[in-house]
């Protein structure tokens, strides 16, 4: 019913940039966050930016180096990366809290994409 589909992974040299971007299709009534997350190896999936309700929260680690924004028209979420750091190797996940037509009376439903891979590393 719902895609999430991430892009703009890749390999990056410390200091460098990345944007990602994040497009929900499917069957959409609402979205009322979208959000992105990382997971590195071996460790859990952790939060690192989410907007939605007129708020944007950052995990301190990455407080002034990225921006979230969202395309409201397009159902899409980017995270622009820069200054990154060798610790900011993941795979990113996007999330959001979307309802569908068919649930639209119903509560949101939280849904992923299938995660892009960033790599920092000289």
């Known amino acids: 019913q719902v895609q999430l589909v991430e892009s703009g992974g890749g390999l990056v040299q410390p200091g460098g940039s990345l944007r990602l971007s994040c497009a929900a299709s499917g069957s959409i009534f609402g979205i009322r966050s979208m959000g992105w997350y990382r997971q590195a190896p071996g460790k859990e999936r952790d939060l690192v930016a989410i907007t939605g309700g007129g708020t944007t929260n950052y995990v301190d680690s990455v407080k002034g180096r990225f921006t979230i924004s969202r395309d409201n028209a397009k159902n899409t979420v980017y995270l622009q990366m820069n200054s990154l750091k060798p610790e900011d190797t993941a795979v990113y996940y996007c999330?959001?809290?979307?309802?569908?037509?068919?649930?639209?009376?119903?509560?949101?439903?939280?849904?992923w994409g299938n995660g892009t891979l960033v790599t920092v590393s000289s």
């Open positions: 999330s959001g809290e979307i309802k569908t037509w068919r649930n639209r009376n119903y509560g949101y439903r939280n849904y």
